[in-house]
């Protein structure tokens, strides 16, 4: 069976500092990968996805970045965190094709200090 | 523009009684729709997912509805249980898509009191 990871689970970071979430998925290969986040009550806004290795699309602009060096890896990052990049980080994958399930990691929490 | 609209923002309602929560899409051209259930602090999980051919599906007391025609949605809780309190999230995916065309909702908040 499928099972997709995240780390940390909680973080806590100064404003300015630099940001490496990790994401991985088991038992399944040529995942399409996501990155969303939840702002406190809010909807879950997508930040990048991915349908291949060193593939990479963004959809809002911001201080943060993805990679995926890996197939079932995906990796986002920043140089320089902001106060409004607190929130809740959360990946998913779904498979190939016009008609695919998505499957949520646990998520973590960040925040900025 | 591609849109998800859920309603109400928030409910509360006493354990064991029903509730049904609303969904309003214009998606474009149409391929499922999803319903989840996020705990507080954790991932989404899936209760039920539906194509433009289906009007109904069940996951226990979960039931949701689709109708195409008027692009509306409806998840029915029935008997309500603590547990069920919970953000549930209605979300559309566009056919042959590409893999960022999956529109969430922003949800609605639902708190179950004994």
């Known amino acids: 069976s499928q099972t997709i990871h995240q780390w940390p689970a909680t973080l806590v970071q100064p404003v300015g500092s630099p940001l490496s979430l990790e994401c991985t998925v088991e038992g399944t290969s040529n995942p399409n990968l996501y990155w969303y986040r939840q702002a406190a009550g809010r909807g879950l806004q997508l930040l990048f996805y991915s349908v291949g290795i060193g593939q990479i699309s963004s959809e809002v602009p911001q201080n943060l970045s993805a990679s995926r060096p890996q197939d079932r890896q995906f990796i986002l990052s920043s140089k320089k965190l902001l106060l409004s990049d607190s929130g809740f980080y959360l990946c998913a994958w779904t498979g190939q094709g016009a008609f695919y399930e998505q499957y949520f990691g646990p998520g973590t929490r960040l925040t900025v200090t | 523009k591609n849109q998800v609209e859920q309603s109400p923002q928030s409910l509360i309602i006493l354990e064991g009684k029903n509730c049904t929560l609303q969904c309003n899409y214009t998606v474009s051209p149409f391929s499922n729709l999803r319903w989840y259930k996020q705990d507080t602090g954790r991932g989404p999980v899936s209760l039920t997912i539906m194509t433009f051919s289906e009007n109904t599906k069940s996951n226990g007391r979960y039931t949701a509805t689709l109708d195409a025609d008027t692009k509306q949605s409806s998840l029915h809780i029935t008997a309500s249980q603590l547990s069920d309190s919970a953000s549930y999230i209605c979300?559309?995916?566009?056919?042959?898509?590409?893999?960022?065309?999956?529109?969430f909702g922003s949800g609605t908040r639902l708190s179950i009191r004994p």
């Open positions: 979300v559309v995916s566009a056919r042959r898509s590409s893999a960022s065309k999956i529109i």
